[in-house]
């Protein structure tokens, strides 16, 4: 089969298309004729020799697939050859075949394409564990989304919406910004010229956010802290502005509130299993009803993924890049 390899680590061209051994799935594996993947920030950070796959991982770079079920493994039940899913991968999505652990995957949602469907797995499993199962986002209060017109921005803005929180978000610029209004965000702060502190805090009344959602890491810390309400939660997903600052832990302390920070690629198989069951049932009824939808900015085809991390780089996206086979 073919996949995109990283013979030596380095910029987009490092990606290279090769002929590589198809996978065989082991117990509890399904293998999966793959569509379309889905490309994240963080396959950029593994082109450039910084994110190795986890021990047991295909090495080969992609998070997230959809595509049809070509075999299962032993002791797989509810699923069926022919079944048409999306999955959450530790690694090897982009390539024409993957195996995944039959408890990673979902149906492809009524309603969405099946090449689209490789834009939900990561970003939903992502938002839901980070902003509702850590930070128990509830309805009314307020959620601050930096990068809101990101992959990971644009479902959060639509299941903070869906539950009836009041959304905030971060974006450089006015059309992303208005992309983000679009899909449900009311307080919308143009990083590059406003302080969101400041904005949050006019907005709100001096209330602040109740829970944040964070990419930036360090460089944001401090102003998070300051952002944050009374008993608020915030949860660092991205290091994009570093991973080492100081946190004043007196006023972490005047407010009950609580850092926290996780990384979805590297939790144990059974947590991500309990993360896929919960979106199953919270987040997949949202897409069939039509009030969240995955958001698709471009689609490129697999030999050309040296292009679509160039454009995630470049950063003009909207929603999410996708490699079709
Ligand atoms: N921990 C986890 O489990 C996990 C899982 C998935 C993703 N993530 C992280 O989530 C983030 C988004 O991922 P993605 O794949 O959706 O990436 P993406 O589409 O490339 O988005 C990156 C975002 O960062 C924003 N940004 C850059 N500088 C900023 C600043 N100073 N203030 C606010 N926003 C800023 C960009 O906003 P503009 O375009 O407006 O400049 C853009 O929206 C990444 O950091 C990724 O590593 C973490």
Known sequence: ??????????????????????????????????????????????????????????????????????????????????????????????????????????????????????????????????????????????????????????????LARAVGARIAVTAGTPAKLEACRRLGAEILVNYREQDFVEVLNDATGGHGADVILDNIGARYLARNVSALAVNGRLVIIGLQGGARAELDINALLRKCAAVMATSLRGRPPGEKAAIVAAVRERVWPLIESGQVRPVIYRTFPLGQAADAHRELEAGSNIGKLLLTT
């Open 1 to 158: 089969m073919r996949a995109v390899t990283i013979p030596t680590p380095g910029d987009a061209d490092a990606l290279v298309l090769d002929e590589v051994p198809a996978p065989t799935p082991a117990n509890g594996e399904v293998l999966v004729q793959v569509a379309a993947a889905g490309v994240n920030r963080a396959d950029l950070m593994q082109r450039q020799g910084f994110y190795p796959p986890p021990p047991g991982a295909p090495a080969y770079p992609g998070l997230e697939v959809s595509g049809t079920i070509s075999a299962l493994g032993d002791g797989v039940t509810g699923w069926l050859v022919g079944d048409q899913v999306c999955a959450l991968l530790s690694g090897g999505g982009y390539a024409e075949r993957v195996v995944v652990p039959a408890s990673q995957l979902l149906p492809v949602p009524a309603g969405v394409s099946l090449v689209d469907a490789a834009a939900l797995p990561e970003v939903a499993c992502t938002v839901w564990s980070n902003v509702f199962m850590t930070a128990s986002l509830q309805p009314g209060q307020t959620v601050l989304i930096h990068g809101g017109s990101s992959g990971i921005g644009t479902m959060a803005i639509q």
